[in-house]
């Protein structure tokens, strides 16, 4: 399956934006749920879901069906998380995966 993204821009000064890390390869097991989570780096490497408005940035998780969530992207903000997991569920059209 090939997902195509479509940016537009709403506002006309935007000093910059950076595209989500994405690491679809490793959800390929079936999954049935998006969940976005706040996320604090404790340590190089190391990171843990923490209260909102504490975060360092988001990550945009599948929930397993066997159990687990794999991370799929990290952004900066809650509305990046929402907004791609909107993305998502669209292109996954409402399916389980």
């Known amino acids: 399956m090939k997902i195509y993204v ?3 821009f709403v506002e006309e000064e935007i000093e910059s934006f950076d595209l989500p890390e994405f690491y679809l390869n490793e959800a390929l ?25 504490k975060e360092s940035f988001w990550g945009v998780y599948l929930h397993q069906i066997e159990g687990g969530l794999k991370c799929v992207a990290d952004v900066k903000s809650k509305i990046e998380a929402d907004m791609l997991a909107e993305l998502i569920f669209r292109c996954s059209n409402s399916r389980v995966h």
């Not at 604090?40 to 909102?52: A, D, K, L, Q, T």
């Open 29 to 53: 097991t079936p999954w049935d749920k998006i969940e976005i989570h706040p996320i604090v780096e404790i340590e190089s490497g190391v990171c843990e879901i923490i209260y909102e408005e």
């Open 6 to 8: 479509s940016i537009e």
